[in-house]
């Protein structure tokens, strides 16, 4: 089992990379390794599927590097494969004064990043979106889209094996073994490369290399409600204005790639890394690590993760999402968001030095091995763009 690149985990950024990897190296051979029997279990196939536009990030951050050009070429691929594909753009409505200085601020960045952004009255917005509600003023996003997630990693997955590559499902990876091999639950694989993509896993598996020492995942769940009435009352998303101290966009409306709309996400912490409902995965290591972390960003309150936190952990139950959902719009029957959907866990890196949230990529790496430690939202969007960045920087 030789490789020229042996990827951990089969997640968009994984399948991007080695995608990007073959338009360079047609004859390289690269093995992929994906600890579950099929992909997009985890927060691939969990994502929302929204192609931001790149204008909430500052401009010297890799967020806005790639965010515009992933956009297009994530685009650009689906209607390529005729995979679906829903350009209903965006608006981000403010509820007051203070949040109108922001909207303001976010037309700063959008002109630093290139991104097409317009600032609109309330009578522009009622022919964009008739049913969003907003104080004075609001952003039109228009080349913000909706895609299927799911749907694009399969046709990647699909594309990257005709081109050779080896996805080797049901297999976890355990520990490195010298500098050319790594250990799996199915034997041992040799390999010039290790690209460690492994998600919630990336900092775990990062530290047996010798790389990301000063960080470790926190996961936080995203909890979405889908709207179950027959009517459409939306048919652009919505948006909230952002909290500037935190990484989360809020709760909104998503028009997704087949119509279905749906409120959310929640970002709620959670006690262990795949703690999706109860006590499913449990690992008591992990949860003991995450009750500390938690607990210390908690009493040091570094970029207000105090009132964060408890604001959502409020954020938990359909009544709060439906009074959520009834400040951004003229009206909505709040109670047809009725249906819980597929809720994900966002691998949020903490940088240990101090207690703080990381808000952009972090790439770690040598000769031997490349360590994707922080792949946060929006990098579904992003993943095209930013894999083609590591290829030319790392490989």
């Known amino acids: 089992m030789n490789s020229d690149y042996l990827i951990i985990g089969a997640g968009i950024v994984g399948l991007s990379i080695a995608y990007s990897i073959q338009k360079k190296k047609p ?16 927060a691939s196939g969990r994502n929302s599927g929204v192609l931001h536009a790149g204008f909430y990030y500052t401009s010297n951050t ?19 494969h005729n995979l679906k594909l829903n350009e209903c753009g965006k608006v981000v409505v403010a509820k007051n004064k203070k949040e109108l200085e922001r909207l303001e601020g976010l037309c700063e960045r959008a002109k630093a990043n290139k991104v097409e952004l317009k600032l609109i009255d309330e009578a522009e917005l009622a022919k964009i979106e008739p049913n969003a509600s907003t ?52 034997g041992e694989f040799k390999t010039s490369k290790v690209i460690n993509c492994a998600g919630l896993y990336a900092d775990r598996v990062a530290q047996q290399f010798g790389f990301g020492k000063d960080y470790t995942v926190v ?13 459409s009352p939306v048919s652009t998303n919505i948006y909230p204005v952002p909290n500037p101290l935190n990484p ?5 409306f998503t028009v997704k790639a087949d119509g279905k709309i749906t409120l959310g996400p929640s970002a709620s912490p959670v006690f262990w890394r795949e703690n999706y409902k109860a006590c499913q995965n449990f690992k008591f290591d992990e949860c003991l690590e995450t009750i500390w972390n938690d607990t210390k960003m908690f009493v040091l309150n570094r970029s207000g993760f105090r009132k964060l936190a408890i ?29 819980w959907s597929k809720a994900g866990i966002r691998a949020q890196l903490v940088d240990k030095r101090s207690m703080t949230l990381v808000d952009d990529f972090i790439v770690e790496g040598d000769k031997s091995s490349v360590h994707i430690l922080n792949a946060v939202s929006p990098a579904f969007t992003c993943s095209f ?11």
């Open 385 to 395: 763009a930013f894999a083609e960045w590591v290829v030319e920087k790392y490989l």
């Open 219 to 231: 996961p936080f769940k995203g909890k979405y409600l889908e709207y179950t009435g027959d009517d």
């Open 27 to 42: 004859k390289a051979k690269i093995v992929i390794l994906e600890k579950e029997v099929e992909i997009g279990l985890h």
């Open 62 to 80: 890799k967020k806005a590097q790639f965010t515009k050009d992933g956009n297009a070429k994530m685009k650009a691929f689906c209607k390529e």
């Open 135 to 186: 104080y004075r003023k609001a952003l039109y996003s228009p080349t913000t889209a909706t895609v299927e997630p799911l749907e694009v990693l399969k046709k990647l997955a699909s594309i990257v094996e005709a081109n050779g590559a080896k996805i080797y499902k049901g297999t976890k990876f355990l520990y490195p073994l010298g500098k050319d091999k790594v250990v799996t639950d199915a």
């Open 311 to 339: 604001q959502e952990c409020k954020r938990v139950t359909k009544s709060s999402f439906q009074e959520e959902a009834k400040k951004m719009v003229r009206y909505i029957d709040a109670k047809k968001f009725s249906k």
């Open 248 to 252: 989360f966009l809020g709760v909104h």
